[in-house]
């Protein structure tokens, strides 16, 4: 997949587009990109996704308490990859941007500027200033200005459309396995280990200190997790706390800590990627450090059975 910066020089054969924040990369937006590949081999072109760098919600509402991102640039290139888009292009989202008709962004950038030959959108695709435009005004805009259009229905799970904001919620309650069900893909936390206060090591139970560079990152809620673990080419199983530590520290401050079993290799200065299984209970304060010590056994057998299953 090639990334454009911007729309200048992409020289994309006749580009069949689809765009949107795309966050998370869900099942959901799998079916419109999915249609979109269809549509492009329909329309002998090349697939294009278009999506925004930061989130149009920072740009339009920054006052707004931010609901934080699935997904960083870098991972939504990567599944948008795997899933077999050739063409990925990020336009940076300005409040200039932000200001454009939808009738506008349809002639100066997709059909202008990109020199689209078909459009593929959701169900509920809107945008635009205000978002006034939806599929009606572009229907006609697309008779008009002689591009195919083509409309993707919701995707329903349970009856329920697939949808960024629902996945949000349910890691926010810490429903992993829900988050990966309708992302169809185990939720991904990638940072650089960092040193800690090493009483991990102390009781036993080394952790790995994750740093999650990107602080838009939607976290999940305060506990113990069940996880798969990747860095540098080996993956390893694993225990993954989030929380305040309320039994060791007294700080308050929200630490990542990842405790790989069977696995002994120094990982400071390394890049880990944790996939969340499932969450094993909620965080809490224990009357001493040898209380915490045998819930973190019972965590590890816990853990092992779950992932076995898996």
Excluded at 147 to 176: C, H, W, Y
């Amino acid at each position: 997949m090639i990334i454009h910066h911007g729309i200048q020089d992409h020289a994309i054969r006749r580009p069949v587009v689809t765009l949107g924040s795309f966050d998370g990369v869900h099942r959901g937006h799998l079916s419109v990109i999915e249609a979109l590949e269809e549509t492009a081999a329909l329309l002998d072109g090349e697939p294009v996704v278009v999506t925004f760098d930061p989130h149009p919600r920072e740009v339009l509402y920054p006052m707004e308490r931010k609901p934080g991102i699935l997904t960083t640039l870098d991972e939504k290139a990567a599944l948008l990859e795997r899933r077999g888009v050739t063409h990925l292009i990020v336009l940076p989202f300005t409040a200039g941007l932000g200001e454009l008709g939808y009738a506008d962004f349809v002639e100066r950038v997709l059909v202008g500027a990109i020199g689209i030959k078909g459009l593929v959108v959701g169900y509920d695709h809107r945008f635009g200033k205000g978002r006034e435009g939806n599929y009606e005004n572009l229907r006609q805009m697309a008779e008009r200005l002689d591009f195919f259009l083509r409309q993707v229905p919701a995707l329903e799970m349970n009856d329920a459309s697939v949808s960024s904001t629902k996945i949000r919620d349910a890691l926010a309650t810490g429903n992993i396995r829900l988050v990966n069900a309708l992302l169809g893909y185990r939720y991904p936390l990638t940072g650089k280990v960092v040193p800690g206060e090493r009483l991990g090591r102390r009781i036993g139970f080394p952790t790995a200190n994750l740093h999650v560079e990107d602080a838009r990152k939607s976290l999940p809620a305060t506990g113990v997790y069940a996880v798969e673990a990747t860095v540098a080419g080996e993956t390893a199983c694993g225990l993954l706390n989030v929380g305040t530590r309320p039994t060791v520290s007294t700080s308050g401050s929200l630490s990542i800590e990842a405790h790989l079993l069977d696995f002994h290799r120094d990982l400071y200065g390394e890049y880990l990627t944790i996939h969340l299984v499932d969450r094993l209970r909620g965080e809490r304060k224990f009357e001493n450090v040898g209380e915490l010590q045998k819930q973190l056994e019972l965590d590890k057998e816990t853990a092992f059975a779950c992932l076995s299953t898996q």
